[in-house]
């Protein structure tokens, strides 16, 4: 290699310019991704969780990954997740996002990738809202936001980019100031009615899609009685869910062995029954017609949330950054190149 690789450092700032108003173009990004894991065209291992004794709430998760097609690059996510920091007035998670080459394995960019994750969370999210109502034939036009965070609020501008349309729009939080915050952006962006629900209960018997976007480490829904309307649930925060609502309910889930894993609902029915019958298949499967949701039984989607899915998000920035002129490069980052010096 006569010239040295470059390493370039993309911001959050040209992230969201990259990513903002173009819900669509990213999801069309996902779901491709998605295809091409179905495929068996990516690698993606179980993710790292690093946790820490003195403070059980929070983790590090690692999300090495590789996908093939276009695509064509390796990486890793290293994602924080430090729920006091909302308190103190800083998102909760934050990461970084690494590309390699997939020909020298050499490490090509370093993207802040906050933004990339919510975006490609989201982006699943919404995909799964559309392909599984088209095909229960149900439109959901009442929806109900459960923990209202920054994910949340992602959910909703991907649900709207992707031509959802919502004639009422519930919030519920365990923070009343949250679900206030909450609703002031729901005013500023919607026409359709909005409600705070103090209860869960009536959140959830009044929505036909359901957004669960908490941090609840173990289940705090309960009762299968409050799905007795079939909704479709978006359970993107995983944990919130009874073993008896996964039990009766028709599960689609992103992978079948990531998400039947560390303790989430789905992990939690597993143990509770010994078997994984009760999962229907994936999403590839859905799009691929393989499965076909039902009406008549409330539908949950839980996306463990892939790597490949970020790095195929990444990979889209970094082209659009470099094909924009503003990739910044850090000089001589790679620096003892010459064998023999
Ligand atoms: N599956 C995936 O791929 C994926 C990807 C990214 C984030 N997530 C998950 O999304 C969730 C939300 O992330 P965020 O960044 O928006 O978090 P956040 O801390 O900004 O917001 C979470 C909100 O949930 C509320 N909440 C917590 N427990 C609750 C409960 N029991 N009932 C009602 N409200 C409750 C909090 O008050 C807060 O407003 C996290 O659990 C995160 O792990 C999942």
Request: hydrophobic share 40%; charged share 20%.
């Given at each position: 290699m006569s010239q040295s690789p470059s390493f370039a450092v993309i911001s959050g700032a040209q992230v969201h310019r990259?990513?903002?108003?173009?819900?669509?173009?990213?999801?069309?990004?996902?779901?491709?991704?998605?295809?091409?894991?179905?495929?068996?065209r990516t690698v993606n291992p179980d993710s790292y969780f690093l946790r820490f004794p003195d403070r059980p709430?929070?983790?590090?998760?690692?999300?090495?990954?590789?996908?093939?097609?276009?695509v064509d690059v390796h990486g890793i996510k290293?994602?924080?997740?430090?729920?006091?920091?909302?308190?103190?007035?800083?998102?909760?998670?934050?990461?970084?996002?690494?590309?390699?080459?997939?020909?020298?394995?050499?490490?090509?960019?370093?993207l802040e990738s906050s933004i990339i994750s919510a975006a490609r969370t989201a982006a699943?999210?919404?995909?799964?809202?559309?392909?599984?109502?088209?095909?229960?034939?149900?439109?959901?036009?009442?929806?109900g936001f459960f923990g209202v965070g920054l994910i949340a609020r992602y959910l909703h501008t991907y649900l709207a980019g992707n031509g959802l349309e919502f004639e009422s729009l519930g919030v519920h939080d365990l923070s009343a100031e949250h679900a206030e915050g909450f609703k002031g952006y729901l005013e500023r962006t919607e026409r359709?009615?909005?409600t705070v629900h103090d209860k869960p209960e009536d959140l959830i018997r009044s929505s036909d899609l359901v957004v669960f976007a908490t941090v609840a480490g173990e289940p705090h829904v309960l009762d299968p009685a409050w799905f007795a309307h079939n909704p479709l649930v978006l359970h993107v925060s995983l944990r919130d869910l009874s073993p008896e609502i996964i039990?009766?309910?028709?599960?689609?889930?992103?992978?079948?062995?990531?998400?039947?894993?560390a303790n989430t609902s789905p992990h939690l029915a597993e143990q509770r029954v010994g078997h994984r019958d009760f999962v229907a298949g994936t999403l590839y499967d859905v799009l691929t017609?393989?499965?076909?949701?039902?009406?008549?039984?409330?539908?949950?989607?839980?996306?463990?949330?892939?790597?490949?899915?970020?790095l195929a998000v990444a990979r889209h920035v970094y082209d659009q950054v470099q094909?924009?002129?503003?990739?910044?490069?850090?000089?001589?980052?790679?620096?003892?190149?010459?064998?023999?010096?």
């Amino acid at each position: 290699m006569s010239q040295s690789p470059s390493f370039a450092v993309i911001s959050g700032a040209q992230v969201h310019r990259a990513v903002s108003g173009r819900e669509e173009q990213i999801t069309r990004i996902v779901e491709a991704a998605y295809r091409l894991h179905g495929e068996g065209r990516t690698v993606n291992p179980d993710s790292y969780f690093l946790r820490f004794p003195d403070r059980p709430s929070s983790r590090i998760i690692a999300l090495p990954a590789s996908v093939g097609g276009e695509v064509d690059v390796h990486g890793i996510k290293w994602i924080s997740s430090f729920p006091e920091n909302v308190a103190a007035g800083i998102p909760r998670a934050s990461a970084v996002l690494i590309l390699n080459d997939t020909a020298t394995g050499y490490p090509f960019a370093c993207l802040e990738s906050s933004i990339i994750s919510a975006a490609r969370t989201a982006a699943s999210a919404a995909l799964a809202a559309v392909e599984l109502s088209a095909r229960r034939g149900v439109r959901p036009t009442r929806v109900g936001f459960f923990g209202v965070g920054l994910i949340a609020r992602y959910l909703h501008t991907y649900l709207a980019g992707n031509g959802l349309e919502f004639e009422s729009l519930g919030v519920h939080d365990l923070s009343a100031e949250h679900a206030e915050g909450f609703k002031g952006y729901l005013e500023r962006t919607e026409r359709g009615q909005i409600t705070v629900h103090d209860k869960p209960e009536d959140l959830i018997r009044s929505s036909d899609l359901v957004v669960f976007a908490t941090v609840a480490g173990e289940p705090h829904v309960l009762d299968p009685a409050w799905f007795a309307h079939n909704p479709l649930v978006l359970h993107v925060s995983l944990r919130d869910l009874s073993p008896e609502i996964i039990l009766s309910s028709y599960n689609v889930v992103d992978d079948v062995e990531h998400c039947l894993k560390a303790n989430t609902s789905p992990h939690l029915a597993e143990q509770r029954v010994g078997h994984r019958d009760f999962v229907a298949g994936t999403l590839y499967d859905v799009l691929t017609d393989k499965i076909t949701p039902p009406a008549d039984q409330p539908v949950i989607f839980s996306p463990f949330g892939l790597g490949v899915l970020d790095l195929a998000v990444a990979r889209h920035v970094y082209d659009q950054v470099q094909a924009n002129g503003d990739l910044q490069t850090v000089p001589e980052f790679f620096h003892e190149m010459k064998r023999y010096g």
